[in-house]
């Protein structure tokens, strides 16, 4: 009965009549007797009345028919006449091969200690266990909630948490991902694709990296995906925690930032980027080569250091006004290179309007457009020149004479139109050969321009017929001194190779609008009088006279 001591609780053995076998010494010192008092005493001696009369009505015959006994409330005689309050257990068992009845004692008091503590920690472990459910709901809430795909992962690739834009993200029932593998959910492809980060994570090393992956409705993302291993007291990792972002559209604007800033550096247009003040932003590389100024040059100017003097301070003003009106600006424009050489150029201007966060801004384009301007004049000036003598042809003439003539209605004044042929031309050519005759043809030239005034107009009209439009001339004895002057200057012998040649010249004037009024008629009116000049010996002038 030894073994009895070292419970901390009083324990009494009876045998099936009640009498005492043995008591251990918590009993003992409960009701502070000693087992030796006890010994073969009966039990109910130590019971006050009341509960004697209970253990022998309930306690005993339920004992015997049933085994045991559980919890009953009774009171012990304690030292002096104190009661105490204990709850007891009764249960039948055998002592060698003879019956007994163990009883086991609460006092009431550590009883209620006990129940106490047995509630609080009940209560403890709800509580615990509620605020675990409270925090996997939180968690799960605030990850559903989220933008971002997160779950976590056993390192046996076991899923054990997944939020709902992961369950949508890849087409899983909430039900089946608890407890999936990672290849269950990837398919062996996406699986491969993902191992050499899987095996680098369970080794401990966090992973980011970026990836298209697919969705469950077949559509793909771009994506930026978190490995972070999680690690248990000891250190040792035990899974690991996932978290991926749809970075779809931030990496198409990435990709067309990209691609605008490599079309910035690349286009052969040149561009320019200024605030609203005008004061440059920056400039492309394109700009440099056409302008030659660097990007050091420009940065912090204003686009005035481009100017030419080719436009007047009227011309950039209208094209403020457009742009301020229009947010748009679009035309040739002659500016000016570092080295100081004028540069056509096609120029838009297109303003970006502000808000809040952005400034407004003017993006210039242009490109340089001088070569073909230059080719474009090239093709016009041959259209419009003799070729041999680069004098304006017919058709130059004509347009001239046309607005001379609109000018003189505007303001009315003088126009002489003289039609000259050369006399005994066909000569130079048959004695000294057609290239002589050319080099001729371009003296000629050079001495009728000699003889007039850089408004007036010098015109071959093919072969030795040249014509001269006086703009303006001061009288109609003015014109007969210029044509007896150009008769003169024709006449006075020329060098040709080493040939002296003496030429003559007849000329015909026609007076506008005397002469007539159109430039067809006052062409033809003063080629008649060129033929009167002709008949009247050559080397002279003749006006047109409409009754000659
Ligand atoms: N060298 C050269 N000769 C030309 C050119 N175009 C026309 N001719 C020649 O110029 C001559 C002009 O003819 P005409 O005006 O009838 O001859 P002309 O000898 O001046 O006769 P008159 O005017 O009556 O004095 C012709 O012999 C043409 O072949 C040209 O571009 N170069």
């Given at each position: 009965m030894e073994t009895l001591n070292h419970l901390p609780c009083p324990v009494l053995v009876t045998d099936h009549l009640g009498y005492i076998q043995s008591a251990n010494s918590a009993l003992c010192a409960l009701i502070n007797r000693s087992e030796a008092q006890l010994q073969?005493?009966?039990?109910?001696?130590?019971?006050?009345l009341a509960s004697r009369i209970l253990l022998q009505t309930q306690v005993w015959p339920l004992l015997r028919s049933q085994g045991n006994v559980a919890e009953v409330q009774l009171s012990l005689l304690g030292p002096g006449t104190a009661e105490l309050p204990v709850v007891v257990n009764g249960q039948r068992g055998s002592l060698g091969d003879v019956a007994c009845y163990y009883w086991v004692f609460f006092v009431a008091l550590e009883r209620n200690r006990f129940e106490f503590e047995l509630r609080g920690a009940r209560q403890h472990a709800e509580d615990v266990a509620r605020e675990l459910v409270d925090s996997a709901r939180f968690i799960q809430t605030i990850t559903d909630a989220l933008p971002s795909l997160v779950a976590y992962w056993d390192k046996?690739?076991?899923?054990h948490f997944a939020n709902k834009p992961y369950l949508e993200w890849f087409g899983i029932h909430p039900e089946d991902v608890?407890?999936?593998t990672l290849m269950d959910l990837l398919g062996p492809h996406r699986y491969a694709l993902n191992e050499p980060y899987l095996r680098a994570v369970l080794a401990g090393e966090p992973q980011r990296f970026e990836r298209s992956l697919s969705k469950a409705d077949g559509s793909t993302g771009y994506t930026l995906a978190h490995y972070m291993p999680d690690r248990n007291a000891a250190g040792a990792v035990v899974g690991f925690f996932v978290l991926i972002n749809d970075i779809s559209s931030t990496k198409a604007a990435e990709n067309e930032l990209k691609l605008a800033a490599s079309v910035f550096r690349n286009t052969v247009d040149g561009i320019m980027v200024t605030d609203a003040d005008g004061v440059i932003l920056s400039v492309n590389p394109a700009f440099s080569s056409i302008t030659g100024y660097s990007a050091e040059d420009m940065l912090?100017?204003?686009?005035?250091?481009?100017?030419?003097?080719?436009?007047?301070a009227a011309f950039y003003a209208a094209k403020a006004q457009a742009l301020a009106r229009d947010g748009h600006w679009a035309g040739e424009l002659w500016s000016r290179r570092k080295n100081g050489e004028a540069f056509l150029e096609w120029q838009t201007i297109t303003s970006i309007p502000g808000s809040a966060e952005t400034p407004t801004r003017f993006v210039t384009v242009f490109n340089d457009i001088t070569e073909r301007w230059h080719k474009d004049e090239r093709i016009r000036h041959l259209a419009l020149h003799?070729?041999?003598?680069d004098l304006p042809n017919r058709q130059l003439l004509m347009e001239r004479l046309g607005q001379s003539i609109a000018k003189t209605e505007r303001e009315p004044r003088p126009l002489a139109l003289m039609f000259l042929d050369l006399d005994q031309f066909k000569q130079v050519n048959d004695t000294l050969g057609h290239d002589r005759g050319d080099e001729l043809l371009v003296r000629v030239a050079q001495k009728l321009l000699s003889q007039v005034r850089q408004n007036d107009t010098v015109a071959r009209l093919g072969g030795d017929e040249f014509v001269i439009l006086l703009d303006n001339p001061l009288s109609q004895d003015y014109v007969a001194q210029i044509a007896a002057r150009i008769v003169d200057a024709l006449h006075a012998p020329l060098t040709l190779g080493d040939q002296q040649v003496q030429l003559g010249a007849s000329i015909g004037i026609a007076m506008h609008p005397r002469a007539g009024a159109t430039p067809a008629e006052l062409l033809k009116n003063a080629d008649a009088a060129m033929y009167t000049a002709k008949r009247a010996g050559k080397n002279t002038h003749r006006f047109f006279n409409a009754e000659s």
């Amino acid at each position: 009965m030894e073994t009895l001591n070292h419970l901390p609780c009083p324990v009494l053995v009876t045998d099936h009549l009640g009498y005492i076998q043995s008591a251990n010494s918590a009993l003992c010192a409960l009701i502070n007797r000693s087992e030796a008092q006890l010994q073969l005493g009966a039990m109910d001696a130590l019971f006050p009345l009341a509960s004697r009369i209970l253990l022998q009505t309930q306690v005993w015959p339920l004992l015997r028919s049933q085994g045991n006994v559980a919890e009953v409330q009774l009171s012990l005689l304690g030292p002096g006449t104190a009661e105490l309050p204990v709850v007891v257990n009764g249960q039948r068992g055998s002592l060698g091969d003879v019956a007994c009845y163990y009883w086991v004692f609460f006092v009431a008091l550590e009883r209620n200690r006990f129940e106490f503590e047995l509630r609080g920690a009940r209560q403890h472990a709800e509580d615990v266990a509620r605020e675990l459910v409270d925090s996997a709901r939180f968690i799960q809430t605030i990850t559903d909630a989220l933008p971002s795909l997160v779950a976590y992962w056993d390192k046996d690739e076991r899923c054990h948490f997944a939020n709902k834009p992961y369950l949508e993200w890849f087409g899983i029932h909430p039900e089946d991902v608890i407890g999936s593998t990672l290849m269950d959910l990837l398919g062996p492809h996406r699986y491969a694709l993902n191992e050499p980060y899987l095996r680098a994570v369970l080794a401990g090393e966090p992973q980011r990296f970026e990836r298209s992956l697919s969705k469950a409705d077949g559509s793909t993302g771009y994506t930026l995906a978190h490995y972070m291993p999680d690690r248990n007291a000891a250190g040792a990792v035990v899974g690991f925690f996932v978290l991926i972002n749809d970075i779809s559209s931030t990496k198409a604007a990435e990709n067309e930032l990209k691609l605008a800033a490599s079309v910035f550096r690349n286009t052969v247009d040149g561009i320019m980027v200024t605030d609203a003040d005008g004061v440059i932003l920056s400039v492309n590389p394109a700009f440099s080569s056409i302008t030659g100024y660097s990007a050091e040059d420009m940065l912090g100017r204003t686009p005035a250091l481009l100017q030419s003097q080719h436009h007047d301070a009227a011309f950039y003003a209208a094209k403020a006004q457009a742009l301020a009106r229009d947010g748009h600006w679009a035309g040739e424009l002659w500016s000016r290179r570092k080295n100081g050489e004028a540069f056509l150029e096609w120029q838009t201007i297109t303003s970006i309007p502000g808000s809040a966060e952005t400034p407004t801004r003017f993006v210039t384009v242009f490109n340089d457009i001088t070569e073909r301007w230059h080719k474009d004049e090239r093709i016009r000036h041959l259209a419009l020149h003799d070729p041999l003598t680069d004098l304006p042809n017919r058709q130059l003439l004509m347009e001239r004479l046309g607005q001379s003539i609109a000018k003189t209605e505007r303001e009315p004044r003088p126009l002489a139109l003289m039609f000259l042929d050369l006399d005994q031309f066909k000569q130079v050519n048959d004695t000294l050969g057609h290239d002589r005759g050319d080099e001729l043809l371009v003296r000629v030239a050079q001495k009728l321009l000699s003889q007039v005034r850089q408004n007036d107009t010098v015109a071959r009209l093919g072969g030795d017929e040249f014509v001269i439009l006086l703009d303006n001339p001061l009288s109609q004895d003015y014109v007969a001194q210029i044509a007896a002057r150009i008769v003169d200057a024709l006449h006075a012998p020329l060098t040709l190779g080493d040939q002296q040649v003496q030429l003559g010249a007849s000329i015909g004037i026609a007076m506008h609008p005397r002469a007539g009024a159109t430039p067809a008629e006052l062409l033809k009116n003063a080629d008649a009088a060129m033929y009167t000049a002709k008949r009247a010996g050559k080397n002279t002038h003749r006006f047109f006279n409409a009754e000659s």
